[in-house]
């Protein structure tokens, strides 16, 4: 664990596996949802670093342990791919896999869009290429003035349990929505902003490098029809939905290491292909 400047601020970075700072080991860098930080990889880095990957989870600006980003929250998911770049040039990852959920799965889906010759692939989950203007940017705005009302909390946890799926244990799912409380409410929207914003339906097609788009079927913020279209532009893509399974798959499946590292064997194949 270490802090390193990139874009201006210091940013807090995990590192796990047996490469480390050292660079052995295939990089994978995790990206998390929104308003959230690295640690919803907690249980998933380590194991995943066991089975030979050399791991990358960054706090976002603004999120977690990172410093603001200079200019305020960031409400432009290309500012954020532009900084997973630069991130990478600064840890000197060659070719690495990115895997990214919510709106770190739509700054996947960037990322693939804008440097597919520089990553080895990518697992985009819970994304798409356009919202649809849903939710509406006009009412993100509008609630950016009363973010920190104490009521925003509780959305923020009762709308997590909505969205982890029905498969999921009540333990699991309670602890899931306990920690996501704890987000910056204006971080978050302004995440949401993002999201809402961002179109890839134009870039999608330019994607070289192998892709494996992922959504829950009981994921409520998510359509998994949504999801398939974007797949549908990207050539040579895969989409795979996951029965029982709501917003937050790292944090829902156990063992997902497993699952990911079937996943990331499979995009290997393809450029061996």
Not at 27 to 51: D, E, F, K, N, Y
Not at 60 to 72: F, N, T, V, W, Y
Not at 73 to 78: E, F, I, R, Y
Not at 158 to 187: C, F, N, Q, W, Y
Request: glycine share 14%.
């Amino acid at each position: 664990m270490r802090y390193i400047g990139i874009g201006g601020a210091l940013a807090f970075v995990e590192e796990h596996g047996a490469g480390g700072q050292d660079g052995a080991g295939t990089p994978v860098l995790c990206l998390h949802t929104a308003g959230q930080s690295g640690v919803q990889w907690r249980h998933v880095a380590p194991a995943l670093a066991a089975r030979g990957f050399r791991v990358v989870v960054p706090d976002l600006p603004g999120h977690g342990r990172s410093e603001p980003a200079p200019g305020g929250p960031v409400t432009d998911l290309g500012d954020y791919a532009a900084w997973c770049l630069e991130l990478i040039d600064a840890l000197g990852l060659e070719r690495p896999y990115v895997v990214g959920c919510s709106i770190g799965g739509k700054i996947t889906l960037d990322l693939a869009a804008r440097a597919s010759d520089r990553l080895a692939g990518v697992v985009a989950m819970a994304a798409n290429a356009w919202t649809g203007g849903t939710p509406s940017e006009r009412g993100l705005r509008r609630e950016l003035a009363d973010v920190a009302a104490p009521s925003r909390t509780d959305r923020t946890h009762l709308g997590t349990l909505a969205v982890v799926g029905r498969s999921v244990p009540a333990e699991r799912a309670e602890l899931i929505a306990t920690m996501h409380r704890r987000e910056d409410p204006a971080v978050s929207n302004s995440d949401l902003i993002g999201w809402t914003t961002h179109d890839l339906r134009e870039r999608l097609g330019g994607v070289s490098c192998p892709a494996h788009l992922v959504v829950g079927a009981d994921d409520l913020w998510v359509p998994a029809a949504g999801t398939a279209a974007a797949a549908a532009l990207i050539p040579g893509a895969r989409c795979t939905v996951l029965d029982g399974i709501g917003h937050y798959p790292m944090e829902e499946i156990e063992g997902f290491d497993g699952v990911l590292a079937g996943w990331l064997a499979e995009l290997g194949s393809e450029v061996a292909a």
